[in-house]
């Protein structure tokens, strides 16, 4: 199985702070890296598939990069209903696998 | 704007099976998408159980392969889940979501707890 290891665990942040999320896979992943965002008692949401083409309606201050197979979201200021549980997740290869996930919390 | 529901059971006796639907509206389960499970047991992150593609085409977790079947029914849109000798460590949010090559995993259920106790 690819390993899917997402740093740090959780943030605390300021209202127009600009957050980075990083992970890393264990093995050759191609472009097949993908980001979601969770609120509490919801379903995730994407927002970025294949390293770093936004979802329709994902607001442009998500983005996402890659170097070899380090993948990295960044918020660039961070807003009030960002405050959330981010994952990333490989569909290079079989199975599916996650990141644990990164809280961001109010600062 | 495809939209997925589950349903099912929400209690679930250990060693039983469990079995959950996904229906799909909006859009048909005979595109060229896969059809997907992933679980979230409370307080824990998201696991991938598996996916099926409406030809019957499927691929499972090799964590829970030997308990697992995912099966289409296209004359309903819908597929669904069975996961036979369950235990504790199978209670979590069942979500059913869509996976397109285009788009990746795009389009989520909300969302359906199922706890296994006796």
């Known amino acids: 199985d690819v390993q899917m290891t997402q740093s740090p665990s959780s943030l605390s942040a300021s209202i127009g702070d600009r957050v980075t999320i990083t992970c890393r896979a264990s093995?050759?992943?191609?472009?097949?890296l993908a980001w979601f965002q969770q609120k509490p008692g919801k379903a995730p949401k994407s927002l970025i598939y294949?390293?770093?083409s936004l979802q329709s309606g994902v607001p442009s201050r998500f983005s996402g990069s890659a170097s070899g197979t380090d993948f990295t979201l960044t918020i660039s200021s961070l807003q009030p209903e960002d405050f959330a549980t981010y994952y990333c997740?490989?569909?290079?290869?079989?199975?599916?696998?996650f990141g644990q996930g990164t809280k961001v919390e109010i600062k | 704007q495809v939209q997925l529901q589950e349903s099912g059971p929400g209690l679930v006796k250990p060693s039983g099976t469990l079995s959950l639907t996904c229906a799909v509206s909006?859009?048909?389960?005979?595109?060229?998408?896969?059809w997907s499970w992933v679980r979230q047991p409370p307080g824990k992150g998201l696991e991938w159980v598996g996916e099926?593609?409406?030809?019957?085409?499927?691929n499972y977790n090799p964590s829970l392969k030997s308990r697992l079947t995912i099966s289409v029914d296209k004359t309903k849109n819908q597929f669904s889940l069975k996961l036979s000798s369950v235990t504790a460590a199978d209670t979590a949010v069942y979500y059913c979501?869509?996976?397109?090559?285009?788009?990746?995993?795009?389009?989520w259920g909300q969302g359906t707890l199922v706890t296994v106790s006796s």
């Open positions: 979501a869509r996976y397109s090559f285009a788009y990746g995993f795009d389009y």
């Open positions: 909006g859009g048909s389960i005979s595109s060229s998408n896969w």
């Open positions: 099926i593609f409406h030809s019957g085409s499927s």
């Open positions: 093995q050759g992943i191609s472009n097949f």
């Open positions: 294949a390293v770093s």
């Open positions: 997740q490989q569909y290079y290869s079989y199975p599916r696998t």
